[in-house]
C-alpha cells in the first residue's frame, strides 16, 4: 500500500472516482438497473473534460459555432450525472441519448470531423439500457439515418469551417476507444449478472437444505410424541385402561404434552436460527444431564418395545459443542437404536475421552444393515428401512446428524452386522472445567 502524500492522493482520486462513478445507483436498484446508470455515467464523465478541451481549442482557432456545441455537450452530460443524482434515471438516459443524436448529426453534417462515429456509442448505448423493445428500435433507426446522412449528403456552410484531418482522426479514436469501454463493460455486466444469478442459487441451495433439517427435527422431535398421544389415546378409546390405572395414564399424557410443548419450542428455536443459516453454536456442558433428557423423551418407546437402556455416560463429562445440535445427533441415533431393536432388546450408551475429543456411542442389538446400506447411510441414495415394530424413518436424520457433527469439529463412525446390531459413535470436541 502506498504512503505519504502520494498515497494520500491516491486513495483520494479513488474515492471520488468510484463516487462520481456509481452517482445515482442505489444498493436499492434491481442489479441490471444499477449496471445500466453505473455505464452512462462512465460515458459521460470522460466526455465532459473532453468536450471542454474540444471547446477551448476550437475557440482559439475561431471555430465558435463548434466550440457552442463543445459546450453544450458537455453541459448536457453534466445534466445527465444530475438526473442521476435525483434518481430520475429514465430522463436522463432519453436526455443523454435524444441530445447526443441531435448535437452530434450536427457537427458531423457540417464540421465534417468524425463525429459520425460517436453515433455509433451512442447506438450501443440504445441496445444496452433500454428493454423496451419499441423505444429500442425507434432510437436505433433514428440513430442510423444520422448516421448514414452525415456518410452520404454532408453539408457546407461558411459558418462552419471543416475541422483538420488530424481532428478527424483523434475524434475517430476517440469515439472507437468509447465503443471498447462500452462493450467491455457490458461483458463485465454479464459477468456480474452470472455471478449474482450463482451467489442467489446457492443461497436458495442452502435455504432447501436448511428446510430439510427442520423437517428432520420436526420428524422426530414432533412425531415421537404424536404418536405415542395417538397410541394411548386409542388406548383409552377401546377401553383397555382399567378405572384404576386412569390416574396413571392421564400423568403419563401430561407428560407426553409437556414433551411436546417443549419440542415445538425447540423447532421454533431453530427455525429462528436458521433464518442466518443453522451454525453452531458452542458452549461447555456436561454430556449426562443432555443424555438423560433424550432418553426421558423415548421413554414411552422404551417401555412399550421392553427395552432395557444401560447408561452409563461419566456424570462429569463436558463437551464443547452446540447443545441444541448435540441433543438433535443422541435424538436421531437412540429413535433408530429403538426402530431396528427387538422388544425386549438392549441398548448401551457410552462415552469417553478420546484424546482431545469425546467418544459417544449408542450401541444396539437388533437387525443390523448390509455393508452397502452403511457406505449409503450419510447420503439422499439411502432408502429408509422399516423398524422391528413397522416403524419408517424420513431418511433425514443421518444427513444432518452428519453436518451437525461437522460444525462441530466432530465426525461420526459407524459400525454394522446383520442380525448382531449397529453401532453409532460421535466424535465431539471436548469441554475444559471451570
Known amino acids: 500500500m502506498q504512503k505519504g502524500p502520494s498515497g494520500f492522493l491516491y486513495r483520494f482520486i479513488q474515492r471520488a472516482w468510484n463516487y462520481i462513478v456509481n452517482i445515482g445507483v442505489d444498493p436499492l436498484m434491481p442489479f441490471i438497473e444499477s449496471r445500466r446508470t453505473k455505464l452512462l455515467n462512465l460515458?459521460?464523465?470522460?466526455?465532459?473534460?473532453f468536450m471542454l478541451f474540444f471547446a477551448v481549442l476550437n475557440t482559439c482557432q475561431g471555430r465558435y459555432l463548434l466550440a457552442f456545441f463543445n459546450v453544450l455537450t458537455s453541459a448536457i452530460n453534466v445534466f445527465v450525472l444530475w438526473l442521476h443524482w435525483k434518481q430520475r434515471y429514465l430522463s436522463a438516459r432519453l436526455v443523454?441519448?435524444?441530445c447526443s443524436i441531435v448535437?452530434?448529426?450536427?457537427?458531423?453534417?457540417?464540421?465534417?470531423n468524425g463525429a459520425e462515429y460517436f453515433l455509433l456509442n451512442i447506438l450501443i448505448c440504445c441496445i444496452l439500457v433500454y428493454d423496451n423493445r419499441w423505444i429500442t428500435v425507434s432510437l436505433s433507426l433514428l440513430t442510423i439515418a444520422a448516421f448514414l446522412a452525415i456518410i452520404f449528403f454532408p453539408q457546407?456552410?461558411?459558418?462552419?469551417d471543416p475541422v483538420p484531418a488530424q481532428r478527424v482522426w483523434a475524434n475517430v479514436a476517440t469515439s472507437l476507444v468509447f465503443i471498447i469501454v462500452a462493450l467491455n463493460f457490458f461483458k463485465h455486466i454479464q459477468s456480474d449478472y452470472q455471478r449474482e444469478i450463482e451467489k442467489q442459487r446457492e443461497v436458495l441451495a442452502t435455504m432447501n437444505k436448511d428446510k430439510e433439517k427442520l423437517f428432520s427435527i420436526v420428524a422426530h422431535d414432533?412425531?415421537?410424541?404424536?404418536?405415542?398421544?395417538?397410541?394411548?389415546?386409542?388406548?383409552?378409546?377401546?377401553?383397555?385402561?382399567?378405572?384404576?390405572?386412569?390416574?396413571?395414564?392421564?400423568?403419563?399424557?401430561?407428560?407426553?404434552?409437556?414433551?411436546?410443548?417443549?419440542?415445538?419450542?425447540?423447532?421454533?428455536?431453530?427455525?429462528?436460527?436458521?433464518?442466518?443459516?443453522?451454525?453452531a453454536q458452542p458452549v461447555n456442558f456436561l454430556l449426562e444431564p443432555l443424555a438423560t433428557e433424550v432418553l426421558y423423551f423415548f421413554d414411552m418407546i422404551i417401555q412399550q418395545k421392553n427395552i432395557k437402556v444401560e447408561?452409563?455416560?461419566?456424570?462429569?463429562?463436558?463437551?464443547?459443542?452446540?447443545?441444541?445440535?448435540?441433543?438433535?445427533?443422541l435424538r436421531n441415533f437412540l429413535s433408530n437404536a429403538l426402530k431396528f431393536s427387538y422388544t425386549g432388546g438392549r441398548i448401551e450408551l457410552r462415552a469417553q475421552p478420546a484424546g482431545q475429543q469425546v467418544a459417544i456411542s449408542i450401541t444396539d442389538h437388533g437387525t443390523g444393515m448390509l455393508p452397502t446400506q452403511v457406505v449409503n447411510?450419510?447420503?439422499y441414495k439411502q432408502s429408509p428401512g422399516y423398524g422391528t415394530s413397522g416403524e419408517r424413518g424420513t431418511g433425514l436424520g443421518l444427513i444432518l446428524c452428519k453436518e451437525f457433527a461437522q460444525q462441530n469439529g466432530g465426525e461420526i463412525t459407524v459400525e454394522s452386522h446383520i442380525d448382531k446390531g449397529t453401532r453409532f459413535t460421535?466424535?465431539?470436541?471436548?469441554?475444559?472445567?471451570?
Open 43 to 49: 460515458l459521460a464523465i470522460p466526455c465532459i473534460p
Open 96 to 98: 443523454a441519448i435524444v
Open 103 to 112: 448535437i452530434y448529426t450536427v457537427v458531423g453534417l457540417f464540421f465534417h
Open 156 to 160: 457546407h456552410w461558411a459558418l462552419a
Open 222 to 279: 414432533i412425531r415421537s410424541p404424536l404418536a405415542t398421544l395417538e397410541v394411548l389415546l386409542d388406548m383409552f378409546g377401546k377401553g383397555q385402561y382399567p378405572e384404576e390405572e386412569m390416574g396413571e395414564a392421564a400423568a403419563v399424557l401430561h407428560k407426553k404434552i409437556s414433551q411436546l410443548g417443549g419440542s415445538l419450542d425447540n423447532v421454533l428455536r431453530w427455525s429462528s436460527r436458521s433464518m442466518k443459516g443453522i451454525q
Open 311 to 329: 447408561n452409563s455416560i461419566p456424570p462429569d463429562l463436558l463437551l464443547y459443542a452446540d447443545k441444541d445440535q448435540v441433543s438433535v445427533i
Open 377 to 379: 447411510l450419510f447420503s
Open 426 to 434: 460421535v466424535f465431539l470436541p471436548q469441554g475444559l472445567p471451570g
